[in-house]
């Protein structure tokens, strides 16, 4: 089955040129030019991933990335003509998944986005779940279970919050995480994972206990009483 992908960009030359590349490699695509309508379309299709521009009329694409991950967490690459930190910590803290920043390669763009939906079907294949520490992962349907009770992820908490689990008790260095999430192409730094992991530890609330931080080295997931 064909994935679709919302594109919400106000440059119409650019989400023209977006949307060809997209189809070129066989992806449906829906567009949008504001926030609103993006919202709109996001409601009534099934939508597989996001690219989303942050400078937006009617409604900004912070906002639009907070109000979408409400009720979904699938997976949102933002754009920006702002290179500046603070604004790529501010979209990972409301649950963007990767961030791209203007000027950019369509091709290079296209290879985020493969990654992120690559990601999720080898999630969507796997038929076990795994349980540490009453953390539940069930990964045909995405979902994480803490105490039995549904703990909402964004698509890279998942990742980073698995990443973990299956490597229970090893350290796991941020420059590994950062290549398993993002690949070696990812032009963030230590920062964004730290973000990353800020969020999880506060979605697992106590359970945050047992995602460890090791200093100068990374994190592991540590079983403890």
């Known amino acids: 089955m064909s994935k679709t992908i919302l594109i919400v960009e106000d440059e119409h030359i650019l989400r023209e040129i977006i949307k060809d590349y997209l189809l070129n490699e066989g992806?449906?695509?829906?567009?949008?030019?504001?926030?609103?309508?993006?919202?709109?379309?996001?409601?009534?299709?099934?939508?597989?991933?996001?690219?989303?521009?942050?400078?937006?009329?009617?409604?900004?694409?912070?906002?639009?990335?907070?109000?979408?991950?409400?009720?979904?967490?699938?997976?949102?690459?933002?754009?920006?003509?702002?290179?500046?930190?603070?604004?790529?910590?501010?979209?990972?803290?409301?649950g963007a998944d990767d961030y791209v920043t203007k000027p950019y390669s369509p091709p290079i763009l296209l290879a985020r986005a493969k990654r992120l939906l690559e990601s999720r079907h080898i999630r969507e294949q796997e038929s076990d779940t795994l349980s540490i520490?009453?953390?539940?992962?069930?990964?045909?349907?995405?979902?994480?279970?803490?105490?039995?009770?549904?703990?909402y992820l964004t698509h890279t908490e998942f990742e980073i919050l698995?990443?973990?689990?299956?490597?229970?008790?090893?350290?796991?260095?941020?420059?590994?995480?950062?290549?398993?999430?993002?690949g070696y192409d990812f032009a963030g730094d230590d920062r964004t994972i730290n973000s990353h992991i800020r969020n999880l530890r506060s979605k697992l609330g106590e359970y945050a206990r047992f995602i460890v931080t090791v200093v100068r080295s990374g994190y592991k997931f540590e079983e403890q009483s």
């Open 162 to 182: 698995t990443y973990l689990m299956k490597n229970k008790g090893i350290i796991i260095t941020r420059e590994q995480l950062i290549t398993k999430i993002w």
């Open 133 to 151: 520490c009453g953390i539940t992962v069930h990964f045909p349907s995405h979902t994480v279970l803490v105490d039995g009770t549904n703990c």
């Open 27 to 94: 992806y449906e695509v829906l567009e949008a030019g504001d926030g609103k309508k993006a919202l709109a379309l996001f409601e009534q299709h099934k939508v597989h991933l996001i690219i989303l521009d942050i400078m937006l009329p009617e409604l900004d694409g912070w906002s639009v990335c907070q109000r979408i991950r409400k009720v979904s967490n699938v997976p949102i690459i933002m754009l920006t003509a702002r290179a500046d930190e603070d604004d790529t910590l501010l979209g990972f803290e409301l």
